[in-house]
C-alpha cells in the first residue's frame, strides 16, 4: 500500500472552503458531464485515516486526494472511530465513511462533490433521488465492490450470473478476500488465502501437487477439470492449484449455486470459489517483493501496471514470480513460476478484457494424504510436519495454460449484453505412489505409479442484463446461455515394488524403475450446457428484495476405453434447477434474508456388480435452505446464518443401484468483520455442523456423522495497528478444527487440533518508495496435528512450524 505524509488542516477552514466551493461550482450536463465526472472517478489515492467523527473524516479525505467536498446538512454522529485504508477513488472512500449512516453525495464537477440526505430530498420533491454511479478503477467492472472498513474483505461480491452485489443486498453468504489481505496474509495459494475461513477447509496435504476444499462439510474435488471460477466462469483457472499473484478478490459464495455459476464440473454443491482477476488502475504501478520461508524456499514476485490512450482507455497489468528451495517437509524441493497478463479496454458503451495465465510447479518427493487401510482401528498420532515418506526420486511436474476473452456493451442507460470465451489446459508428469497406514504404529506401504495427464477445457457464455420498472416494482433481470466442455487424457503405468516406511521413521526406499507410459488415451469427455434466466425485484425503496430464477442444464458425458478407443459408457440428462432469495432491510444497518438453493452433480452409473448395471441415474440435486442476518456498523459488521442442505447419491441395495442415499449437513455460522475499535480489526467466525449420513444402505452408518466433517471450526485473526510505533502492526490467528471421522462406520477418527500463527508487518518510507516488512510464524507452538480428512478418507497431515518473510516495495 502507498502512503503519504498527513496534512493537517482546521475543520473550520475546510468546511467553509468547501461550502464556497460548491456555491460555486457550474453545472454540468449530458454526455460530456458523464465522461469527465467517470474519469476523474477513476482516480485512485492512498488512504490511511482512522477519524472518529463524519466531518473530521471528509477534511482528512479532502487533504489526502485534493478533492473539494461539501455539505450543506447535519451530519450524524458515529459510534466509535471509522478507517479508511488502502488504494481506492475517492467515492469509495467516502462510501466507506457514509456506511451506515443513511448520506449518500452527488459529484458537481472535476475532484468536488457534495454530500446529501436521499430521505430529506425525496420528501421534499416527492421523488426518488438517484444515487451516483461508482467507479473502481482496478476492473472493468464499474460495480466492484469497494473494500469495507480495515481492507481485509470488499462490502460486496459476484453472485455469477447477476453480477456484483453489495453484501447488505445479497440473498446468500458471500465473502470476498481483497488483495491488501492476501499480501498481509503472504498467501501464495488460494488455499492458503481460504484456510482461515471457518466454512471453508483443505483437507489436503500442502507439500503435495494439488488443493482441495471443503465448504459447508461438502467436498470440492478439483479433480481433472477444476472447482474453481476466474471472473465468473469454470474452465480457466488453473486445474490442481492456483496461486495468488494474479487475484484481486477471493471470493467464496457458501451454499449450492448452479442457478448463479452452472454445474460445477466435478459436482461440487457446497459453494463456489471465485478468483477475480487484477486489472490496470489509473495511476502508474511498480511492485516489487522478494520473499524467504517456508522452509528455505526464496522467490519474488513484480506487478506493473500501466494505462494508455486519450482518456486511459486501455490496461495493462503483468503479474510475474518464481520461487525455488527446499520446503519445511524432508528431502522436498519446490519449483514455481508465474506470468499472469490482464488486458482490458473501458470505453463509454463497450468494454472488453483478455486474461493470459501460465502457471508452473515441479516438486521433489511430492508429499501425499494417507490413505488407512479398513483393518486399523486405533488411528496413530499425527508425526512431526517435517516428516515425509515420499522418497527422493518421486516427483511431479505440472503446467497450466489458460485464456478468457470477456465483453459488454450497453445497448442503452438500463440493458447491457455481455459475454465470454476461453478455456485451459492441464499437463502433469509424475512418479509416486499413495502411501497407506497400516496399524496404529504407523507403518505404510505403497506402490507407485508414472502417469501423464492432459486437460483440455472449453467455456462459453453470453447473455443480457437490464433494469426496468413495473409499477411500483424495479427489475434487475439476467438471461444467459452457457457451455462448458473438457476433455481428460492419461498414460498409466504401476511400479511392481511393494514400498515400506514408517510415518515417524521414514525409510529410503530404491528407486522402482517404471516404464514412461507410451501413450496419452482419451478418456472422457464432458459438456455442460444451460440456458438461465433470473430477476431481482425491489420494492420500498428497496426495502424488500426477491430474487426469482431457473437453470436448465444438460449433462452429457462419454467415457472410453484406454486401449480401443472405444465408449465404455455414456451420460446424457437433463434437469432445472430453480432458486428463490429475499432480502428484508429495515435499516442501513441491518438486512435479514432467506433463500432456497439447489446444487447439481452428475448421476452415477449403475457398477458392473448390480443387477441394473450401466444404469445411469438421474442427475443428483442438492437442496439447501437458509436464513440470515447481517449487521453493518459502518466500520464493523457481524453475520449469523442457519442453514440446511441435502445431498442424494448412489448406493447398492439388493444388489440394485439406485440414488437412495443421502447426507444431511445443517449448521450455524457466525461471522466477524471490520474494526472493532480504533486500529483493531477482527476476522473470522465459528462454523458449528451437523452432517449426517441420513439415508444408507446399512444399519452401521446410517446416522453417523460425515468423513470428514468437523463438528466445530473456528478461525479468528485480530491485527493491531499499534500506537507506539508508527506503521506497525501486529497480528495473530487462532486456528480451531474439532475430531473428524475417517470412516462411515465412525470407528475411526482423528483428534481436534489447534494452532497460532503470529505475524507484523511494518509500513515505511526509503527514500520517497513506500516498504512494507511483513514477517509470519505459522503453528508458533510447533504442534503435530492430524489436518483433515478428504472424501476418500485419506488423511493429511498439518505443516509444522514455519516463518515467512517478506519486503515489498513500490517504486
Known amino acids: 500500500m502507498e502512503f503519504k505524509q498527513a496534512r493537517t488542516r482546521t475543520y473550520s477552514l475546510i468546511s467553509a472552503l468547501l461550502v464556497s466551493t460548491a456555491m460555486v461550482v457550474p453545472a454540468t450536463s449530458g454526455a460530456l458531464a458523464a465522461n469527465v465526472q467517470t474519469e476523474i472517478a477513476q482516480a485512485t489515492y492512498s488512504f490511511d485515516i482512522s477519524v472518529s467523527s463524519l466531518a473530521?473524516?471528509?477534511?482528512?479525505?479532502?487533504?489526502?486526494?485534493?478533492?473539494?467536498?461539501?455539505?450543506?446538512?447535519?451530519?450524524?454522529?458515529?459510534?466509535?472511530?471509522?478507517?479508511?485504508?488502502?488504494?481506492?477513488?475517492?467515492?469509495?472512500?467516502?462510501?466507506?465513511?457514509?456506511?451506515?449512516?443513511?448520506?449518500?453525495?452527488?459529484?458537481?464537477?472535476?475532484?468536488?462533490?457534495?454530500?446529501?440526505?436521499?430521505?430529506?430530498?425525496?420528501?421534499?420533491?416527492?421523488?426518488?433521488?438517484?444515487?451516483?454511479?461508482?467507479?473502481?478503477?482496478?476492473?472493468?467492472?464499474?460495480?466492484?465492490?469497494?473494500?469495507?472498513?480495515?481492507?481485509?474483505?470488499?462490502?460486496?461480491?459476484?453472485?455469477?450470473?447477476?453480477?456484483?452485489?453489495?453484501?447488505?443486498?445479497?440473498?446468500?453468504?458471500?465473502?470476498?478476500?481483497?488483495?491488501?489481505?492476501?499480501?498481509?496474509?503472504?498467501?501464495?495459494?488460494?488455499?492458503?488465502?481460504?484456510?482461515?475461513?471457518?466454512?471453508?477447509?483443505?483437507?489436503?496435504?500442502?507439500?503435495?501437487?494439488?488443493?482441495?476444499?471443503?465448504?459447508?462439510?461438502?467436498?470440492?474435488?478439483?479433480?481433472?477439470?477444476?472447482?474453481?471460477?476466474?471472473?465468473?466462469?469454470?474452465?480457466?483457472?488453473?486445474?490442481?492449484?492456483?496461486?495468488?499473484?494474479?487475484?484481486?478478490?477471493?471470493?467464496?459464495?457458501?451454499?449450492?449455486?448452479?442457478?448463479?455459476?452452472?454445474?460445477?464440473?466435478?459436482?461440487?454443491?457446497g459453494g463456489v470459489i471465485n478468483i477475480v482477476p487484477k486489472r490496470a488502475g489509473d495511476e502508474d504501478l511498480n511492485r516489487v517483493s522478494t520473499d524467504y520461508g517456508l522452509g528455505e524456499q526464496v522467490g519474488g514476485n513484480v506487478d506493473f501496471g500501466r494505462r494508455f490512450g486519450d482518456e486511459n482507455q486501455v490496461g495493462v497489468r503483468f503479474n510475474g514470480g518464481y520461487h525455488n528451495g527446499d520446503t519445511y517437509l524432508d528431502h522436498q524441493e519446490r519449483e514455481a513460476s508465474l506470468g499472469a497478463l490482464a488486458l482490458d479496454y473501458r470505453g463509454d458503451d463497450f468494454r472488453a478484457t483478455l486474461d493470459l495465465i501460465d502457471q508452473r510447479e515441479n516438486l521433489n518427493a511430492p508429499f501425499r494424504e494417507f490413505l488407512v487401510d479398513g483393518a486399523v482401528t486405533s488411528m496413530p498420532n499425527a508425526p512431526d510436519g517435517n516428516r515425509n515418506v515420499a522418497n527422493k526420486w518421486e516427483w511431479s511436474e505440472v503446467a497450466d495454460q489458460s485464456a478468457l476473452l470477456g465483453a459488454e456493451y450497453d445497448l442503452t442507460e438500463t440493458m447491457t449484453v455481455f459475454g465470454s470465451f476461453g478455456g485451459g489446459k492441464t499437463q502433469v508428469e509424475r512418479l509416486f505412489g499413495y502411501p497407506e497406514i497400516q496399524n496404529s504404529a504407523g507403518d505404510t506401504t505403497d506402490t507407485v505409479s508414472y502417469a501423464k495427464f492432459q486437460t483440455k477445457r472449453w467455456t462459453a457464455?453470453?447473455?443480457?442484463?437490464?433494469?426496468?420498472?413495473?409499477?411500483?416494482?424495479?427489475?434487475?433481470?439476467?438471461?444467459?446461455?452457457?457451455?462448458?466442455?473438457?476433455?481428460?487424457?492419461?498414460?498409466?503405468?504401476?511400479?511392481?515394488?511393494?514400498?515400506?516406511?514408517?510415518?515417524?521413521?521414514?525409510?529410503?526406499?530404491?528407486?522402482?524403475?517404471?516404464?514412461?507410459?507410451?501413450?496419452?488415451?482419451?478418456?472422457?469427455?464432458?459438456?455442460?450446457?444451460?440456458?438461465?434466466?433470473?430477476?431481482?425485484?425491489?420494492?420500498?425503496?428497496?426495502?424488500?428484495q426477491v430474487t426469482v430464477g431457473a437453470r436448465h442444464q444438460r449433462i452429457e458425458t462419454d467415457n472410453f476405453n484406454a486401449s480401443t478407443g472405444a465408449i465404455t459408457s455414456s451420460y446424457d440428462d437433463s434437469v432445472v434447477t430453480p432458486m428463490?432469495?429475499?432480502?428484508?432491510?429495515?435499516?442501513?444497518?441491518?438486512?435479514?434474508?432467506?433463500?432456497?438453493?439447489?446444487?447439481?452433480?452428475?448421476?452415477?452409473?449403475?457398477?458392473?456388480?448390480?443387477?441394473?448395471?450401466?444404469?445411469?441415474?438421474?442427475?443428483?440435486?442438492?437442496?439447501?435452505?437458509?436464513?440470515?442476518?447481517?449487521?453493518?456498523?459502518?466500520?464493523?459488521?457481524?453475520?449469523?446464518?442457519?442453514?440446511?442442505?441435502?445431498?442424494?447419491?448412489?448406493?447398492?441395495?439388493?444388489?440394485?443401484?439406485?440414488?437412495?442415499?443421502?447426507?444431511?449437513?445443517?449448521?450455524?455460522?457466525?461471522?466477524?468483520?471490520?474494526?472493532?475499535?480504533?486500529?483493531?480489526?477482527?476476522?473470522?467466525?465459528?462454523?458449528?455442523?451437523?452432517?449426517?449420513?441420513?439415508?444408507?444402505?446399512?444399519?452401521?452408518?446410517?446416522?453417523?456423522?460425515?468423513?470428514?466433517?468437523?463438528?466445530?471450526?473456528?478461525?479468528?485473526?485480530?491485527?493491531?495497528?499499534?500506537?507506539?510505533?508508527?506503521?506497525?502492526t501486529l497480528s495473530g490467528t487462532v486456528n480451531h478444527v474439532s475430531e473428524q471421522y475417517v470412516n462411515t462406520t465412525n470407528t475411526l477418527d482423528i483428534p481436534d487440533s489447534t494452532t497460532l500463527d503470529l505475524g507484523l508487518r511494518y509500513k515505511t518510507i526509503f527514500a520517497e518508495t513506500p516498504v512494507t516488512f511483513r514477517a509470519t510464524i505459522q503453528n508458533v507452538m510447533d504442534e503435530d496435528y492430524w489436518a483433515g480428512v478428504n472424501e476418500f478418507s485419506m488423511v493429511s497431515v498439518g505443516a509444522p512450524r514455519t516463518a515467512l518473510l517478506s519486503v515489498t516495495a513500490d517504486f
Open 580 to 728: 428463490v432469495g429475499v432480502v428484508v432491510k429495515p435499516n442501513n444497518s441491518l438486512s435479514v434474508y432467506a433463500n432456497y438453493l439447489e446444487g447439481l452433480s452428475r448421476g452415477s452409473i449403475a457398477p458392473n456388480t448390480a443387477t441394473n448395471a450401466g444404469e445411469a441415474m438421474a442427475p443428483y440435486v442438492a437442496k439447501q435452505i437458509e436464513t440470515g442476518v447481517k449487521l453493518d456498523y459502518g466500520n464493523f459488521g457481524a453475520t449469523a446464518a442457519i442453514f440446511q442442505i441435502t445431498k442424494p447419491s448412489g448406493q447398492l441395495v439388493n444388489n440394485v443401484y439406485n440414488s437412495d442415499a443421502e447426507q444431511r449437513n445443517r449448521g450455524i455460522e457466525l461471522g466477524v468483520f471490520g474494526e472493532v475499535m480504533p486500529n483493531v480489526r477482527l476476522l473470522g467466525g465459528v462454523m458449528f455442523l451437523d452432517a449426517e449420513l441420513t439415508k444408507t444402505n446399512s444399519a452401521t452408518t446410517k446416522g453417523n456423522q460425515a468423513v470428514g466433517a468437523p463438528e466445530m471450526s473456528i478461525n479468528l485473526t485480530a491485527e493491531w495497528d499499534t500506537p507506539f510505533a508508527p506503521g506497525l
Open 461 to 544: 457464455d453470453a447473455g443480457v442484463r437490464g433494469e426496468f420498472e413495473t409499477g411500483f416494482v424495479g427489475h434487475q433481470a439476467t438471461l444467459q446461455v452457457s457451455r462448458y466442455s473438457d476433455e481428460f487424457s492419461r498414460g498409466l503405468r504401476n511400479g511392481d515394488d511393494t514400498l515400506n516406511s514408517n510415518i515417524y521413521s521414514p525409510v529410503a526406499n530404491p528407486m522402482d524403475a517404471v516404464a514412461v507410459p507410451a501413450g496419452r488415451p482419451k478418456l472422457s469427455e464432458t459438456d455442460l450446457s444451460g440456458i438461465a434466466i433470473a430477476d431481482t425485484l425491489s420494492m420500498w425503496d428497496d426495502f424488500m
Open 56 to 269: 473530521e473524516g471528509i477534511a482528512e479525505i479532502g487533504a489526502s486526494s485534493g478533492w473539494r467536498i461539501a455539505y450543506t446538512i447535519d451530519l450524524p454522529s458515529i459510534d466509535g472511530a471509522r478507517a479508511i485504508r488502502g488504494d481506492m477513488t475517492v467515492p469509495a472512500a467516502i462510501d466507506t465513511l457514509l456506511r451506515g449512516t443513511g448520506l449518500s453525495y452527488r459529484e458537481t464537477g472535476e475532484n468536488s462533490l457534495i454530500l446529501i440526505d436521499p430521505a430529506a430530498e425525496a420528501g421534499q420533491s416527492g421523488a426518488a433521488v438517484v444515487d451516483p454511479i461508482r467507479v473502481e478503477a482496478n476492473s472493468t467492472q464499474s460495480d466492484l465492490p469497494p473494500a469495507y472498513a480495515g481492507g481485509q474483505i470488499a462490502t460486496g461480491g459476484r453472485l455469477g450470473m447477476l453480477g456484483n452485489t453489495d453484501i447488505m443486498d445479497a440473498p446468500v453468504s458471500i465473502t470476498s478476500y481483497t488483495s491488501e489481505k492476501i499480501a498481509d496474509q503472504q498467501a501464495q495459494t488460494i488455499a492458503d488465502v481460504l484456510k482461515h475461513d471457518p466454512s471453508v477447509r483443505s483437507p489436503n496435504s500442502s507439500g503435495g501437487m494439488l488443493d482441495t476444499y471443503q465448504i459447508r462439510g461438502f467436498n470440492m474435488n478439483t479433480g481433472n477439470s477444476g472447482e474453481v471460477s476466474f471472473n465468473g466462469v469454470y474452465g480457466v483457472a488453473p486445474t490442481y492449484r492456483a496461486q495468488t499473484g494474479y487475484a484481486e478478490r477471493i471470493e467464496v459464495l457458501k451454499g449450492p449455486a448452479a442457478l448463479l455459476g452452472g454445474m460445477a464440473p466435478n459436482s461440487g454443491v
